[in-house]
């Protein structure tokens, strides 16, 4: 059932402030690119340039918590977004515009009203998890979009259909801006429109005039070791508490290892130990096992490194040298470390089901490449397994999906390194593990809940 939702208070009775710029585009400019802006009709125009970078028209004003809605219109040929809460700071990459921006991507993929982390930290918000947004958008026609941002929560919509649920507390004031994303060097890309029009802004009694609730989609939180309220209220549990080792052991101990894992400013880390496989402290792994469940880990990879998060393990059947066996989302600096070219067709690489199916971009059906940050900065590893069907998702993008048990996954596990295992991946429960591979990798923000 599609859940459409309803401002607290009608809109009319609001007090809105008209945002959308004059004739001479005062309190406006525009930086970046070199796409050109203009009022037409009581719309905003701008118009894609070859050989330049994304352009903004930026506002003046700054903004804190808001109510933003507004129309637009882009050529279909055309990405372009809206930011919110924006930045450009000279210290920051010689003061580009980044931040927080609400997508308009009439593409195939149609992600229209995710949240992207402009120059910064790409996707925080896509739509693959969430069809009835994606349906929600109209390539090539006037869309209307409505953002709520109010604390450390951004919330937006599409033509009434709730599309992201955003909690983050990196920026909490910023300026507006109507983006002209830059377009491959071809003629036929010259030119191209994006429109917007009817954009108003609430800075006042944004509590008597915000949404109800969004228990139509997801929410996605990237605090730092914590839940949200809606989070517990949908069953997630941290796995890790950030400070202690609470919940865990050696996979081959009774106790927690007492050495190659530390925990300080709310990470966990494997410690380096010359790429050695197990022979410092050794995986650890959940004292509880799970079955069904969707887990979530944001992990930081140093240059070179190898890692990996198991799931359905047994720890009781290697007990010499070596990592415990189980299914193993791959966590891996693919253009450094040498496993990436060893497997078969790339089966080892970042977020691969390890030696055994490839990652690929199973979210765009325009791009197989994986969107992923690199070396020093934060990823996000998700696993959904229900029954025998297991996906692998990184930073919102699905990379890997299969079925545990089936005629093709045994095909896959017979040439494998695990064909020596009976049953190797198909036992009904198991416990998660953190991998020691012998290199640096920060873990933290480890969730956890039971699928039923």
């Known amino acids: 059932m599609l859940l459409l939702i309803a401002p607290a208070v009608t809109a009319q009775t609001a007090p809105w402030r008209s945002l959308t710029p004059d004739a001479s585009l005062s309190g406006w400019r525009v930086t970046g690119g070199t796409a050109s802006y203009r009022l037409e009709n009581g719309e905003v125009v701008g118009r894609s340039v070859l050989r330049t970078p ?8 700054i903004f804190g918590d808001f109510i933003l809605e507004f129309e637009a219109k882009t050529d279909p040929k055309l990405n372009s977004g809206v930011m919110i809460r924006g930045q450009s700071r000279p210290d920051y990459r010689n003061g580009v515009v980044h931040g927080y921006q609400l997508e308009i991507d009439p593409s195939r993929r149609g992600w229209s009203g995710g949240l992207y982390d402009e120059q910064r930290r790409q996707w925080l918000y896509t739509l693959g998890r969430n069809e009835a947004a994606r349906q929600a958008f109209r390539s090539g026609d006037w869309n209307s979009y409505r953002v709520e941002a109010i604390d450390n929560r951004i919330r937006t919509f599409v033509n009434g259909v709730p599309a992201a649920d955003l909690i983050d507390d990196m920026d909490a004031r910023g300026f507006i801006a109507f983006q002209v994303h830059s377009v491959p060097d071809d ?42 309220d809606a989070e517990r209220a949908s069953g997630w549990t941290l796995l890790w508490d950030g400070k202690t080792t609470r919940g865990w052991r050696g996979a081959k ?64 059947l290697l007990k010499g040298e070596g990592s415990a066996i189980g299914l193993e989302y791959q966590l891996l600096d693919d253009e450094r ?52 069907k297991v996906e692998h998702w990184l930073n919102g993008f699905k990379v890997v999906e299969y079925e545990r048990g089936s005629p093709e996954f045994r095909a896959l596990v017979a040439q494998s390194k695990y064909k020596d295992w009976p049953r190797f991946g198909e036992w009904e429960k198991g416990p998660i593990l953190l991998q020691d591979h012998g290199d640096k990798v920060d873990f933290r923000s480890i969730k956890l809940r039971e699928l039923r």
């Open 253 to 316: 101990l009774d106790t927690f290892p007492p050495k190659g894992w530390s925990i300080s400013d709310g990470m966990l880390t494997v410690e380096a130990s010359a790429g050695y496989e197990s022979r410092n402290g050794g995986d650890i792994i959940t004292i509880r096992e799970f079955s069904d469940f969707e887990l979530s880990v944001d992990f930081r990879l140093t240059p070179g490194a190898n890692s990996g998060i198991k799931y359905f393990v047994d720890p009781n």
């Open 337 to 388: 470390h040498p496993d990436a070219k060893m497997g078969r067709d790339g089966n080892r690489t970042l977020g691969s089901l390890y030696d055994l199916i490839t990652a690929k971009n199973l979210s765009d059906p325009d791009s197989s490449g994986k969107r992923f940050n690199p070396p020093g900065e934060w990823n996000r590893a998700t696993l959904i397994v229900r029954g025998a």
């Open 54 to 61: 994304n352009s903004w028209l930026v506002s003046e004003e």
């Open 187 to 228: 003629p036929a890309m010259q030119g191209l429109e994006a429109r917007f029009r009817n954009v108003r802004i609430l800075t006042s009694g944004l509590a008597r005039y915000a949404s109800s609730a969004t228990p139509a989609i997801e929410q996605q939180s990237y605090l730092v070791n914590r839940l949200t």
